[in-house]
C-alpha cells in the first residue's frame, strides 16, 4: 500500500461501492464543481482499502484510546462514567482554499469578540448607538461586574476559542456559534493525528498534510505574551476543577504540552494581592492562569462562598493587574446564543467590515416578532435554550413528535427569553465507517484560535461526526465521534 501513487487510478469503488449520499453536500464525494485533485488523492487511498482492514484499524484505535486514558465524563450516565470518544478512521479533508477562508473568518471573528467585550466593560458605545439591546448585556447572566473598567492584557479577553463551523447543502461554511469561555476538545485534535499517523501510515504518507502539533508551544506562547508587564520569564500554569472533571484528560494533556504545572485551587494561595503556587521549595510567583473552570467557581471571596476549587482573592489580584487570567472573567456574554444573533452587526460595527464567515439566521424568542415566528414554525426550526450547551435541551422541529412540539411552545410561551430558532441547515456529510459499511454521516468543525499579540488558528480543528443515522447532533454527550480534520498544503 505504501506504493500507492498518489493520483493513482481506481479501477473500483471498493469502500465506496454502497455509499449513498442522494440530499446532502458531502465533502469527498458529491462537490457541485467537482472533486478537486487534492481531495481526489486521498479518495482513491482510501478506495484501496477493505472494510475488513479498516475494522481492524479501529478496534486498535479504541484499544489505544482506553489504553492512554483519552476519555471524557458522562455525568448523567451512572453506568459509564469514563467513555472513549468514538474515533472514525476515515479522515474529514479540508483544502488549503477552504482553510484559507476559514482561517480569516475565525481571525475576524476573535478580534470582533474581543473588541464587543472591551467595550461592554468599558465605554458601552455599542449599547448607547443600539446595535445590541443593552438589556441582552448588562442583565446577561454571564456579565461580570468585577470586569468593569479593568484594562486587560493586550485588550485581549478571549485568548482561546472555539468557533463551531457547518457547512450547508451548498458547501459553504456557516458559523454555528462561539465558545468564547473554555472551549474543550482540542487534545483530540492532536490524539486524533498521532492516532491516524500510527494506525494509517498507508494512508498518510506523501500527502501534504499541516501539522496540528504546534498547539501547545503556541498556546504557552500567546498566555506569556500577555502576561503582567515587566515580568521577563512568566510562569504559567493550567487550574483545573479537579479528576472527575469531563475534561480531565484534556486538562492534563495541555499542562504537558505546554510544559506548565497542572494545578488545583488548594495548589495556589493570594498574598499581599500576588498568586503564588505552593511547591515543596516554598511558594513560586503565578503570572498566567489558564482556567478550566468557570467564572463561578473561580473565587469564593468574590462569586460563589461555597466553592472549594477556586483561590480567595484571585479577582482582586487579577484586577491589579498581578496576574492574567485566560480566558477573562465575563466572557459567557460574547457566546450567548442570543448575542450570536447580533454577531454580523458586531463585526460591522467594530471592523466596518462584513463577515468573512456567515452566521445561521437566527430569531430571538425575547423579542415578539421572534418568538411570533417560532411558536408558528415550530415545526420547521431547531430551538436552543440559551443556556445550555452540549445538544441538551434543544428541539429539532421537523424530528419532533406532536406531544414534544406541544410542550416546546408551552416552555416558549412561559419563558421566552431563554430561546432562540433557527431553520433546520442540512449539514454537510462525510463518509463514515458504520456497521453496515461506509455511510454519509453529519458533521461540524471546532477550529480552535490562539490570541497573545495576534491571532493564530490552528490547521485543522476538531470534526464531531453524528454516529446515529440521520442525527443532526454531533456532541460527544450526546453519542456523537471524532474524525481527524487533514487540512493541504497549498
Known amino acids: 500500500m505504501n506504493d500507492t501513487p498518489l493520483h493513482a487510478p481506481v479501477q473500483a469503488a ?15 464525494m458529491n462537490r457541485k464543481d467537482g472533486i478537486p485533485p487534492a481531495l481526489q488523492a486521498v479518495k482513491n487511498r482510501l478506495a484501496h482499502f477493505t472494510l475488513a482492514d479498516l475494522r481492524h484499524r479501529t478496534t486498535a484505535a479504541e484499544a489505544q484510546l482506553y489504553r492512554l486514558g483519552i476519555t471524557f465524563t458522562v455525568y448523567s450516565d451512572r453506568e459509564a462514567i ?5 474515533f472514525d478512521v476515515i479522515p474529514r479533508v479540508i483544502t488549503a482554499a477552504e482553510w484559507d477562508h476559514i482561517e480569516r473568518g475565525v481571525q475576524q471573528r476573535v478580534q470582533a469578540i474581543n473588541l464587543f467585550l472591551h467595550d461592554i466593560y468599558h465605554d458601552r458605545a455599542i449599547l448607547r448607538d443600539g446595535v445590541i439591546p443593552a438589556d441582552l448585556v448588562l442583565n446577561n447572566p454571564n456579565y461580570c461586574e468585577a470586569m468593569v473598567g479593568l484594562n486587560v492584557p493586550g485588550g485581549v479577553y478571549v485568548h482561546i476559542n472555539g468557533t463551531d463551523l457547518i457547512r450547508d447543502q451548498n458547501g459553504r461554511f456557516l458559523i454555528l456559534e462561539d465558545n468564547a469561555r473554555t472551549p474543550s476538545g482540542v487534545s483530540y485534535v492532536i490524539e486524533n493525528r498521532h492516532m491516524m499517523l500510527r494506525l494509517m501510515p498507508d494512508l498518510v504518507a506523501g500527502l501534504p498534510l499541516r501539522s496540528v502539533d504546534e498547539y501547545g508551544l503556541k498556546l504557552h506562547q500567546s498566555l506569556c505574551e500577555v502576561s503582567p508587564e515587566g515580568v521577563l520569564d512568566p510562569q504559567v500554569v493550567l487550574l483545573s476543577p479537579g479528576i472527575y472533571n469531563s475534561a480531565y484528560f484534556e486538562h492534563v494533556f495541555l499542562a504537558r504540552e ?3 504545572p497542572l494545578v488545583e485551587g488548594k495548589d495556589l494561595v493570594v498574598e499581599n494581592h500576588r498568586v503564588f503556587m505552593r511547591t515543596v521549595a516554598g511558594l513560586r510567583p503565578v503570572h498566567a492562569i489558564y482556567r478550566r473552570l468557570n467564572d463561578e467557581f473561580l473565587d469564593p471571596l468574590a462569586f460563589n462562598p461555597d466553592s472549594m476549587l477556586g483561590v480567595p482573592g484571585l479577582v482582586e489580584a487579577y484586577r491589579r493587574g498581578n496576574v492574567t487570567i485566560a480566558n477573562a472573567l465575563g466572557t459567557g456574554v460574547a457566546d450567548d446564543k442570543a448575542v450570536y ?10 471592523l466596518d467590515q462584513d463577515p468573512i464567515l456567515d452566521s445561521v439566521d437566527t ?26 450547551s452540549g445538544g441538551y435541551g434543544l428541539l429539532i422541529g421537523p424530528h419532533a413528535t406532536q406531544d414534544e412540539l406541544d410542550e416546546f411552545r408551552r416552555r416558549l410561551k412561559e419563558n421566552p427569553g431563554n430561546y432562540i430558532s433557527q431553520p433546520v441547515v442540512n449539514l454537510s456529510v462525510s463518509p463514515t465507517l458504520c456497521p453496515n459499511g461506509v455511510e454519509a454521516r453529519h458533521v461540524d468543525l471546532r477550529p480552535f484560535a490562539l490570541t497573545g499579540r495576534s491571532t493564530w488558528v490552528l490547521p485543522g480543528g476538531l470534526s464531531r ?6 442525527s443532526l447532533v454531533v456532541n460527544s454527550s450526546q453519542g456523537g465521534g471524532s474524525k481527524d480534520t487533514w487540512v493541504l498544503a497549498s
Open 14 to 28: 471498493g469502500i465506496f461501492a454502497a455509499y449513498d449520499v442522494p440530499d446532502f453536500f458531502c465533502e469527498l
Open 82 to 86: 469514563d467513555r472513549v470518544l468514538p
Open 258 to 260: 505546554m510544559g506548565v
Open 341 to 350: 444573533a447580533y454577531m454580523p452587526r458586531i463585526i460591522r460595527y467594530y
Open 363 to 388: 430569531h430571538i424568542c425575547a423579542e415578539p416578532e421572534g418568538l411570533a415566528y417560532t411558536l408558528a414554525n415550530i415545526d420547521k426550526l431547531v430551538i436552543k435554550p440559551v443556556g445550555e
Open 465 to 470: 461526526v453524528a454516529l446515529r443515522k440521520g
